[in-house]
């Protein structure tokens, strides 16, 4: 006895074959019209690409990552158009002592040194910038484009404040401590890992946060590609990540945070990806070779092979 089949088994057939037929004949009309079908195709994706004319690129994180009817940035806005839009190149380094004191002598020099030489080190724009900023010397020193603090005199918080570090250390140990016992609410939120003796005075702390920041805007920043370029900005972290920061050094370590390390982070895994692509595009151009047709002149289909692998390519940028 044959058993009768159930309606979901039926309608399982019904689909299957449904749709068997209906791709069949799709096949078929483009096997009929291989030329019409390549050409509505394409024109399809030119017509799905017109967007790109209105292309434009946006960086600015609270453009990108958060909501453009949120109240921060309403504030933003407000602050920028009624006290001016203050920005600026923020580079942070923090330095560990490898004695494990930032406050000894032998560290405090050593600090003092990489900071003389930050700020006399010498920098140049790229030439494509030079005629742009005639107000910014050629070379330049930090000073020339630093955040200022009153006349002539950059923001360096933190230990600058506390200790001259434009000069060589000349202090004894008891000196630096009662420099910072007398200046503890300055430079406490700069130190990290801070030691204290049984009287509750500091004695030791094992980093250090320094910060150079530059001052941007208008005069330091130009347009392009969507993006405001600082080219001095630029060229000073990228003078002082070569010369100072990537360098060994005999008494301190160093973790650089500057500016235009999240850009350079982002440029290079950007590079990796469309070498990936490119490697991918070749693997795809390949598979279509072999398997669209059969191995001879006449049916090896190049042409087909050729024609699909520029259609996704507008569809994945």
């Given amino acids: 006895m044959v058993r009768k089949k159930g309606w979901l088994e039926g309608w399982a057939a019904w689909t299957n074959s449904f749709f068997s037929q209906l791709f069949f004949n799709i096949g078929w009309q483009i096997g009929k019209r291989p030329l019409a079908f390549m050409a509505v195709s394409i024109a399809c994706v030119l017509l799905c690409s017109i967007g790109f004319v209105c292309w434009k690129e946006e960086n600015p994180p609270d453009k990108l990552w958060v909501p453009q009817d949120n ?5 933003r806005d407000f602050i920028a158009d009624n006290f001016g839009d203050d920005k600026q190149r923020l580079n942070y380094v923090i330095i560990r002592a490898k004695d494990d004191n930032v406050l000894s002598v032998r560290s405090l020099t050593a600090i003092q040194q990489m900071h003389a030489k930050l700020l006399s080190l010498q920098a140049r724009m790229d030439k494509k910038y030079r005629r742009d900023f005639p107000n910014i010397p050629d070379p330049f020193t930090f000073s020339d484009v630093c955040v200022s603090q009153g006349t002539n005199k950059c923001l360096l918080p933190g230990l600058p404040e ?6 060589p250390i000349t202090l004894t140990q008891a000196d630096i ?3 910072v016992d007398a200046n503890e609410e300055e430079i406490t939120p700069w130190l990290g890992k801070i030691r204290r003796d ?3 005075k500091i004695v030791g702390a094992e980093a250090v946060i320094m910060t150079y920041f530059i001052t941007a805007g208008p005069d330091f920043e130009i347009r392009e590609g969507g993006d405001d370029v600082h080219p001095a900005g630029l060229a000073w972290e990228q003078e002082a990540l070569d010369e100072v920061f990537f360098k ?7 973790a650089p945070l500057m500016d235009r390390t999240l850009s350079d982070t982002f440029g290079d895994a950007i590079q990796g990806d469309i070498s990936a692509l490119f490697v991918g595009y070749l693997l795809l151009l390949g598979y279509l070779f072999i398997n669209l047709g059969k ?8 042409s087909v092979s050729l024609h699909r692998l520029p259609c996704p390519t507008p569809v994945r940028l």
Wanted: proline letters at 0%.
């Fill in 71 to 75: 109240i921060s940035n309403e504030h």
């Fill in 162 to 167: 506390v200790f001259d570090l434009a000069s």
């Fill in 177 to 179: 401590l009662s420099a």
């Fill in 198 to 200: 049984g009287a509750g």
């Fill in 248 to 254: 060994d050094n005999d008494d301190l370590d160093f």
């Fill in 295 to 302: 191995r001879d002149v006449v049916h090896s289909n190049r």
